[in-house]
């Protein structure tokens, strides 16, 4: 079993992202499941989502506390004094939601795979000022190789139909394609 923890702020569509990545690996006949825990519920407060992945059923229901995987939707939370690095596996990845390269994140020793990309520019200038989530599944899928890209762009269709959904599905081909992969 793989666990993941997702780290963002409210209104990045972090919640929604973990039940798309969920939803993607059950269509590839896998197990999995979503966990989100709200905070302050209110649009820019910190969120936190948990995950997990598995080829057997799941019976655990609780937080994830020793991570396979970090999601950073917004980097912004290291200011509010979030450990990334906290529990984290020895065979951790992250995907991280930012301009700087994996090296300027100082993180390299903590993380055996690091994908960076700024998911907030490349969603403003393909779709405009909405959630980064379609562009951060895209990274996730192609530094975590957790699920295939046209699996979640049909999960992408179905979450959000009609051109909404494929704008969405061209954000999240372009965050596969953009995101700068670091492995140790």
Do not use: H
């Given at each position: ?87 984290l596996k ?43 989530n379609a ?36 954000a999240c ?12």
């Open positions: 079993m793989k666990e993941f923890k997702f780290y963002g702020r409210g209104g990045q569509g972090i919640v929604t992202a973990s039940k798309m990545m969920v939803a993607a690996v059950v269509k590839e006949e896998r197990y999995a499941q979503a966990v989100p825990s709200f905070g302050q519920e209110r649009k820019g407060a910190p969120v936190f989502t948990f995950a997990r992945v598995s080829n057997n059923p799941i019976d655990l229901k609780s937080f994830v506390y020793k991570p396979n995987g970090i999601i950073v939707f917004d980097l912004f939370v290291r200011e509010l004094g979030i450990n990334l690095k906290e529990g020895s065979d951790a990845v992250l995907v991280a939601n930012t301009p700087l390269s994996p090296e300027e994140m100082e993180l390299t020793e903590d993380f055996i795979k690091i994908g960076c990309l700024d998911a907030f520019d490349i969603t403003e200038n393909l779709i405009g000022t909405v959630p980064p562009v951060m599944l895209g990274a996730m899928c192609r530094t975590m190789e957790l699920f295939e890209l046209a699996t979640i762009c049909n999960v992408i269709r179905e979450f959000m139909p009609g051109k909404r959904g494929e704008l969405n599905v061209e081909k372009c965050g596969y394609n953009s995101v700068q992969v670091w492995e140790r």
